[in-house]
């Protein structure tokens, strides 16, 4: 309810505007004529001259149903009066409407004002009231109600109904409590002072929030507003507007300074409260908020468009929220800093992300940085954009834990995400273009799956002194963009310890794409870095795929695929050693995926002797052959049964092909078939039984794309060349090369 009437009042709604223009009038059969009648006066008198479309849903006149109020609701409308006979739970005089209904709406981010002119459908005495279903659903049904919690009657209603827009309309009164109360006092004059006035008085309540303000028109924006501190006065000026509401509040709900300034277009606010909110609003306008620099010690939520006006600190164990949606606006060079003890829970939404920003720059350094220390903080679904050094977790002044960044995007920063004595989980963010990508200093475990780091200046991730980094099914591609010969997909050095995939404990595999990177994909300087690969795709740079530095511990690459087959040892510089390497690109290159940190590989225990590792692969493939982990089984299970082709020992040569066979034909068109036929048409080549290879290659190629189809293509050259099919293997070629 409170996230529903924070999206309304600052509009962040994904649905529009056309909505805010229409309005829906419900009429029931009962005394027809005169729910219909001050239906058909509201909509004249008030509707129609300020240009809103209005469906007369009026069971009588037109015939309406329960499908045509869902109808209309989901196509947006931001008022919706119903006058008829009600219940606790329902609007019952036609068209019909109960909870089940209002549950069953699909109205995201369109929500009305409801006024409900009938009997006990506001009872908040009731468990469950018809009018709290319409505010509790969540991203659907309505922002308000209003209606009785009582018996209600026709003429009244009529006068009410009336007198309710005529505040709305005439009266300029668009706060929910504002309207609403000045139905009542117009009420009050028709009637005079009546037991029935009382009675009315009493029975409508608003549910909802009494000061949330109907939109009535599409939004406008505050294009300049000018606020000055000189430290013991703060001074707004709205150019260009009149007729502005100006607040000043300090933190903690307003409990130490609160002030109000209303119908102006500029005021002062002399207080040494620092740091203080100002808001500045007008009707139909978004609301403008701003922050002053100063320190908070007490909890925070943030939404809306924030503007901070200097650097901004929580201390003494305090939280800030920041609400789907808000857009944290920086001016100058300010910052945010998260102080230890404190935290930072973001978490935005795919539909409502949550923006860090510069408020007029779009270039690097266009303002300070998110300096966030200690532990518990939560960024999900949030943009840090323009920066200098972006989000900069520290464990300061002791290393620090669970800090979660997910779903995140970091881009044009000068580093995008700094990492330093802390553990981390990072997932599924992307993080492109900026100086710096990543950078890691002396962390106890950064944990890195399902991102992208691509088309930074200098390194895709930069990691020195003493981290512990785990990357699994992470896409780096692209970095060193400036050209420098030093710029690296991934640089470590300095006992650092990266895992790409991990053999030994609980082994799991990496499924990483390094590619593209100006100088080298891994590049393991100085100071003894250990650096474990286990099937990955590391390939197609510019220089070295692996550069081990001198006298440092070995580099294994297991199962990996390094852009050809066999692989080029003279793109691999140092103590590196190329175990297994797979002999064609694998299925998942250039994806992302998570979950891989925390399963079991296909990787055999090193307890299992190979005719046990064998039959283990085999049985992790069929018992879920459609799963990543069957895909990348079926690789380690080739490159084994391949080093093996010549002597036999483990007598597969027949029954690993019957085993292929069967994977393709019972799983087609899904990758593990795709896989296998690759693997069957280097299995008859290996046999020399060219013709069958072709024919199988034939097959292939009907339903291979991409590079898995380039790869059988060039695999079809040679077969034709060795079988003297030369026009043929010229055609292919011509083929392959276009």
């Avoid at 499908?67 to 019952?92: E, P, Q, Y």
């Avoid at 068209?95 to 981010?109: A, C, E, G, H, K």
């Avoid at 029975?203 to 000055?228: A, C, H, K, Q, R």
């Avoid at 790409?500 to 100071?527: D, H, K, P, Q, V």
Wanted: net charge negative; hydrophobic share 35%; glycine share 8%.
């Amino acid at each position: 309810m409170t996230e529903k009437s924070i999206n309304y009042e600052t509009f962040n709604l994904s649905s529009g505007n056309a909505w805010i223009k229409k309005a829906a009038f419900l009429a029931g059969n009962d005394n027809y004529q005169i729910s219909e009648g001050t239906h058909n006066f509201v909509i004249s008198t008030y509707m129609n001259p300020n240009s809103y479309t209005s469906d007369k849903l009026y069971e009588v006149s037109y015939g309406a149903t329960t499908a045509d109020v869902s109808a209309a609701l989901n196509d947006g409308r931001s008022i919706v009066t119903f006058s008829g006979h009600g219940g606790k739970t329902l609007w019952s005089d036609g068209p019909y409407f109960d909870q089940s209904n209002v549950r069953s709406l699909t109205n995201s981010d369109k929500y009305p004002f409801i006024f409900s002119f009938a009997c006990h459908t506001g009872d908040f005495a009731y468990s469950e009231c018809f009018g709290e279903t319409w505010l509790r659903e969540v991203d659907k049904a309505s922002i308000e109600f209003w209606g009785s919690s009582n018996y209600t009657y026709w003429d009244e209603d009529d006068i009410l109904e009336k007198r309710l827009f005529k505040a709305i309309f005439e009266d300029d009164l668009f706060e929910a409590a504002d309207m609403t109360n000045q139905a009542k006092m117009y009420f009050y004059q028709h009637y005079g002072d009546l037991p029935t006035t009382k009675y009315y008085f009493e029975v409508y309540n608003i549910l909802g929030s009494p000061v949330l303000e109907l939109w009535t028109d599409t939004p406008s924006e505050f294009t300049d507003v000018d606020i000055m501190d000189d430290g013991e006065i703060v001074y707004v000026n709205v150019v260009g507007e009149s007729g502005c509401d100006i607040t000043a509040s300090s933190g903690d709900n307003g409990a130490i300074y609160h002030e109000v300034a209303h119908n102006v277009s500029g005021t002062g606010f002399e207080t040494p409260v620092r740091p203080l909110y100002v808001t500045v609003t007008k009707h139909n306008y978004l609301p403008y908020t701003a922050v002053t620099g100063g320190t908070f010690t007490s909890d925070e939520t943030w939404f809306g468009n924030l503007h901070a006006l200097g650097s901004v600190t929580f201390d003494g164990n305090s939280t800030l929220e920041v609400l789907p949606g808000t857009k944290v606006l920086f001016d100058a060079k300010y910052s945010l800093c998260i102080k230890a003890g404190s935290k930072i829970i973001a978490e935005g939404t795919e539909s409502s992300p949550i923006y860090f920003t510069s408020t007029n720059g779009t270039s690097r350094k266009s303002w300070g940085t998110l300096f966030v220390n200690g532990s518990d903080n939560i960024f999900k679904w949030c943009i840090v954009e323009y920066g200098d050094w972006g989000l900069k977790l520290n464990g300061s002044p002791s290393p620090a834990s669970n800090n979660i960044v997910e779903n995140c995007t970091f881009r044009n920063n000068d580093q995008g995400l700094r990492m330093e004595k802390n553990e981390v989980d990072v997932i599924s963010c992307n993080i492109y273009d900026n100086r710096h990508n990543i950078v890691t200093i002396n962390n106890t475990q950064i944990d890195i799956q399902g991102t992208r780091i691509y088309d930074g200046d200098r390194d895709g991730i930069y990691s020195t002194s003493g981290n512990l980094v785990n990357i699994y099914g992470s896409v780096i591609e692209n970095n060193g963009i400036g050209g420098s010969s030093s710029r690296n997909g991934i640089y470590t050095r300095s006992s650092d310890v990266i895992e790409l995939g991990n053999t030994s404990g609980s082994s799991w595999e990496g499924y990483n794409t390094i590619r593209y990177n100006y100088s080298t994909e891994i590049y393991a300087y100085y100071g003894n870095p250990i650096v474990k690969i286990f099937y990955n795709s590391i390939h197609d740079n510019s220089g070295y795929e692996i550069y081990n530095y001198s006298g440092n511990p070995s580099i294994n690459a297991l199962f990996s695929w390094f852009g050809e087959s066999p692989p080029n040892m003279s793109q691999f510089s140092g103590d590196v050693n190329i175990i297994d390497p797979l002999e064609m690109e694998p299925s998942w290159e250039g994806q992302t995926q998570t979950g891989g940190l925390s399963k079991p590989a296909s990787f055999a225990r090193s307890s299992m002797n190979p005719e046990e590792h064998i039959q283990y692969l085999k049985e992790l493939i069929l018992s879920d052959p459609l799963s990543f982990q069957a895909d990348s089984a079926l690789s380690v299970l080739y490159s084994i049964l391949r080093s093996d082709y010549i002597t036999n020992a483990f007598g597969e040569q027949e029954s690993f092909f019957t085993f292929l066979s069967h994977l393709h034909s019972d799983y087609l068109y899904t990758p593990i078939s795709n896989r296998a036929i690759q693997y069957m048409i280097i299995w008859k080549m290996l046999a020399n039984e060219n013709e069958r290879a072709i024919q199988l290659s034939s097959l292939a190629l009907n339903h291979l794309s991409g590079t898995e189809r380039m790869c059988v293509m060039g695999n079809m050259v040679y077969l034709y060349a060795y079988t003297g099919q030369i026009e043929k293997a010229n055609q292919l070629l011509d083929n392959y090369i276009k």
